[in-house]
């Protein structure tokens, strides 16, 4: 089976790919080469943020390929999101155009909204810092005023669906108490030591498909985080022995073992990499299946680990909507 048989279908009647290519953390120049190479490898659905500031090397690509013949805009699922400093109802249109405008694109597949809390707007400065050193926070966001731009979005055609990322179970109930039209997605950081059982089960009955990112546990976050003064010890669930003997059972690669867990819960993983090799070992998971017993294994691995807490912005979690109150 090849992923572009393999989708999910959203409550907006679209069908988004269940493997997606991941962009953050990468540089423009090993990017570029690298989406032409997912694109290559079969890659249909690509993951960005207006924060990544890869979306112009994106749109080149795309602008490349779709020109040429090469894909069709619509066999493609573009998903980008709303920066934290555009939370607010004026600042949607105002992103998501920017955004349309770097990837050379009339439209997205998915807007999300990137994280509920929210940063001053300040032009030019992504994460604006106040004079005592933590991120300049905008304490009165409005998800509901938030979401009703949204919505109007996607009346507008800029985007075929709208959703969310990193909100709570609470802050999701809100919104779906007050839209018009629900979100048709979640995407949040979901791998073997994060599995995100009740935010699934949730999601599931209100017709969300959950998205996982950072689904191989991002092997990469220590040195990324190290790079802006914040140490920590990560744990590498690359090399669990768990995945391993799973992996060696099955002739296959820890990633993929990692990536074949969630897919086959019905989540859509959106793995990193900018290697050749590794890019396209991580969509090549279509031709087996885990057992009961081995799902068991890979289930009891749950630890409830985060890695992702945001707490690089300092100050971060005095925010109002600050999603993970257990961090608080
Ligand atoms: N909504 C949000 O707030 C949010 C937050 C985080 C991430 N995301 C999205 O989710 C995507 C994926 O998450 P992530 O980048 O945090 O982490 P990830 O995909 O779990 O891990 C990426 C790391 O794994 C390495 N890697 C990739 N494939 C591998 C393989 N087969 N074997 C060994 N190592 C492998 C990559 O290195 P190489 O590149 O060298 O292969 C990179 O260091 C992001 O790129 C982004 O699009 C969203």
């Not at 207006?50 to 998903?79: M, P």
């Amino acid at each position: 089976m090849n992923q572009s048989a393999s989708s999910v279908s959203l409550n907006n009647a679209t069908k988004m790919p269940i493997l997606g290519y991941g962009t953050w953390q990468a540089t423009d120049a090993e990017l570029e080469a690298a989406v032409e190479a997912a694109l290559e490898a079969g890659y249909r659905h690509i993951d960005t943020a207006y924060v990544y500031e890869n979306e112009k090397v994106i749109g080149k690509v795309l602008k490349k390929w779709i020109s040429s013949g090469k894909v069709k805009r619509e066999d493609l699922f573009i998903v980008t999101k709303l920066p934290p400093g555009g939370m607010r109802p004026e600042g949607v249109s105002k992103f998501i155009k920017r955004s349309l405008a770097h990837l050379q694109l009339d439209y997205v597949d998915l807007y999300l909204i990137h994280v509920p809390f929210a940063f001053k707007d300040i032009e030019g400065d992504l994460h604006p810092m106040t004079s005592d050193g933590k991120i300049n926070l905008d304490l009165k966001t409005d998800h509901i005023g938030i979401w009703k731009a949204m919505e109007e979005q996607l009346d507008a055609g800029l985007t075929k669906a709208i959703g969310l990322s990193n909100f709570n179970i609470s802050q999701i109930t809100r919104v779906l108490n007050n839209a018009r039209i629900p979100p048709c997605n979640l995407q949040v950081e979901l791998h073997a030591y994060h599995q995100q059982k009740e935010l699934v089960d949730f999601c599931k009955k209100n017709k969300i498909v959950v998205t996982a990112y950072s689904p191989l546990g991002n092997p990469g976050l220590a040195s990324f985080l190290d790079r802006f003064g914040k140490k920590v010890e990560l744990p590498n669930i690359l090399k669990n022995p768990v995945v391993n003997e799973i992996a060696k059972k099955y002739n296959k690669e820890p990633a993929q073992i990692l990536l074949k867990h969630i897919i086959q819960r019905g989540v859509v993983a959106i793995p990193k990499s900018t290697n050749p090799q590794r890019l396209r070992q991580n969509i090549d998971i279509f031709d087996f299946s885990l057992d009961d017993s081995d799902l068991s294994k890979l289930n009891a691995l749950d630890a409830g680990v985060r890695l992702l807490d945001f707490d690089v912005f300092s100050g971060v979690k005095e925010h109002p909507e600050y999603p993970f109150p257990e961090l608080k």
